[in-house]
């Protein structure tokens, strides 16, 4: 049952959250809990997920919107969020993102919270659970395209979840070796810059692609039989990061199957079956991995993951008394 409309819109109260108190409640296990139930709401269709808006804009960013409720627990909300590079030249984040959670009953906001660690968060998590259910558990090493934020948080996941990795090599933008990404994971593990994406790519169990999407990244012919593959970075129309027929080579495995299809890897190859990982984390599909699968991750980015992580960051902050509360009177 949903609650009553609030019986004094005068005295209603709404809860900003900025990155600081974002940053008190956002801890790994709680967020990989979350989105885990994100999921398996989606596949039990029990949550749903709204057309996904996502235009280029005249300032050289990208906007776009994920939108999502689930009706039996409340959950109402959206994420603003895009790409900006020129924010670089200003010593800003190209990614921004800014949450708003509603009251589905009167649809006044409860809460707005800064988004860009939650995305950051939740994405890692999806990877992880990715992993899980597809990478060989005995995977010793790590091939990372990127060495932004999101190629990080990849890693860190990665290192929690896959206990035998031993090796990290990375592939950065300009062919050079990043020292704040090597001491992100000194001492932790191996970690090597890659001059050779497919020399990197044939010697690794794991790949995880985390770059803005310009283009495929390696080739088709180094990946190795029983290599797994998480595609992160291609969340538009046109952006791609694998390269051509290797998803007709391996088993997918989607976030959901139209938003794949539309602005995942999977634009490229929408005829090639797939799977949804919220379905292999529910039990209602299985995926017993050969020796020698090629398996790929296409994570698109789900609305619900990013609502299930803010009512989670939304319900601590409330027992805490994080963030500021003022009225909104409505």
Known sequence: MHPSPDPHPSAARLLLLNAAAVALHLQADDVLAAVREAFVLHSREQGRVFPVIREAL???GVFGIKAGDVPGENLLGFKAAGFWPANRAVGGEPHQAT???????????ACIIDGNAITTARTGAAGALGLQQLARPDSATLCV??????????????????PHLRQLRYVSANGQAHAAFEAVFSGRIAIAHAPDADAAVAASDVVITATPGRGPLFSAGAVRPGTHISAIGTDTRGKRELPAGLLAMARLV???????RGIGEAQWAP???????????????TLARQAGDITVLDLTGLALQDLTVARLIHRQALAAGSGTDISWPW
């Open 271 to 285: 005829d090639v079956a797939c799977q949804t990982l919220g379905d292999l984390l529910d039990g209602r599909a």
């Open 145 to 162: 395209f990127g060495t932004g934020v999101q190629a990080r948080v990849q890693a860190e996941y990665a290192l929690r979840v896959l």
């Open 58 to 60: 005249a300032t050289g």
């Open 254 to 260: 989607v976030d959901d199957v139209a938003q794949a």
């Open 99 to 109: 949450i708003m959670l509603l009251d589905p009953a009167t649809g006044r906001p």
